[in-house]
């Protein structure tokens, strides 16, 4: 079902899913695999939200929660001088 691919050498993965979403699982696949690549790899999955959850935070406090876990990710990601060996 998944094409074979080497993620070996993938930069830091960030994967953030909703409890109640049909891409939970894939969610759940992608940081396995991710991992036993040997790529660093946060995943959260918030609980008691759906898969549209992250654009409400006017409404849902897991979507402001998930939304500052994203910035701070990025912003450490950003922050983080990246080596090109030639």
């Known amino acids: ?9 993938l930069p830091p993965a960030t994967i953030i899913n909703a409890e109640i979403d049909p891409l939970a699982s894939d969610g759940q696949f992608l940081a396995d695999k991710l991992r036993a690549a040997g790529v660093k790899t946060k995943r959260e999955v918030y609980t008691g939200v759906t898969h549209e959850f992250f654009g409400m935070d006017a409404a849902v406090v897991a979507a ?13 990601a950003f922050a983080t001088r990246v080596s090109t060996a030639k």
Do not use: P, R, S, W
Request: no cysteine; proline share 0%.
């Open 1 to 9: 079902m998944y094409a074979k691919a080497n993620l070996a050498g």
């Open 64 to 76: 402001a929660k998930a939304q500052d876990f994203a910035a701070q990710e990025l912003k450490a």
